[in-house]
């Protein structure tokens, strides 16, 4: 079962407007997560993070929210960029995991239109 | 600055053979990394080392081996290639173990008939 789910497999946005990508996870031991983005024949690249003892990181047209009680966090990006249309994976780590590894969720591929 | 280079990008292979996916980073970091992404199911761990000279087990290793000589490289070698190991395939690397902030590589695209 999976641990991160990200139940939207797609998000579409108008450029300007604001995207906002969920991410659930199920394990109370998850103390840090982490948003990765990831354009096509990429790698993924690191966009932001946030630590469970914060509900709230910022980072210019990224904000990243978390909500423990329950167990959900957002990507939020204001305004929209056509540039910003990718795959993002939600990600979450705890101290209890074999060499602190990273669960990821499945993924939302996020198109910003012009 | 290259980071992590994945060898080969692609390859096709036949089920039953041998392969090794190459990965070698300039970082100098401590941690490196495999893993693979299948739709749906997001990126999936299959091998990790926290420092040169020692490998552990993550969460889909069945089938995989890795080996970590030294710092830079982390070969992944799929001994008996099966249809189901089809997959693009990630190796990324941290500062340190626990370092969350993964660099990955471009990946490769391994399709097993």
New interface residues.
């Given amino acids: 079962d999976q641990q991160v789910k990200q139940n939207s497999p797609s998000l579409s946005v108008q450029e300007g407007r604001i995207s906002i990508l969920n991410c659930d996870y199920t394990n109370s031991m998850f103390d840090y997560f982490l948003w990765y983005k990831k354009y096509p024949a990429e790698g993924p690249t690191f966009l932001i993070s946030i630590s469970s003892i914060k509900d709230k990181n910022e980072d210019g047209r990224f904000t990243v929210f978390l909500n423990k009680s329950a167990k959900h966090l957002s990507l939020h990006i204001v305004p929209s960029q056509p540039g910003d249309s990718a795959v993002y994976f939600c990600a979450a780590s705890s101290p209890n995991n074999a060499g602190n590894m990273l669960t990821f969720g499945g993924g939302t591929r996020l198109m910003v239109k012009p | 600055i290259a980071g992590?280079t994945q060898a080969p990008t692609s390859q096709i292979l036949a089920a039953g053979r041998r392969m090794t996916l190459r990965c070698t980073q300039d970082m100098r970091h401590n941690?490196m990394?495999w893993?693979r992404q299948d739709l749906?199911?997001?990126?999936?761990?299959i091998h990790?080392s926290?420092t040169a000279g020692t490998t552990?087990?993550?969460?889909v290793p069945d089938g995989y081996s890795v080996s970590r000589a030294n710092t830079d490289d982390f070969p992944l070698t799929l001994a008996s290639a099966v249809p189901s190991q089809t997959s693009v395939y990630?190796c990324?690397s941290s500062e340190s173990?626990?370092?969350?902030?993964?660099?990955?590589?471009?990946?490769t695209q391994l399709s097993v008939l």
């Fill in positions: 992590i941690a990394y893993y749906g199911l997001g990126l999936r761990l990790y926290n552990g087990k993550g969460e990630f990324a173990q626990g370092g969350e902030k993964l660099f990955f590589g471009s990946g």
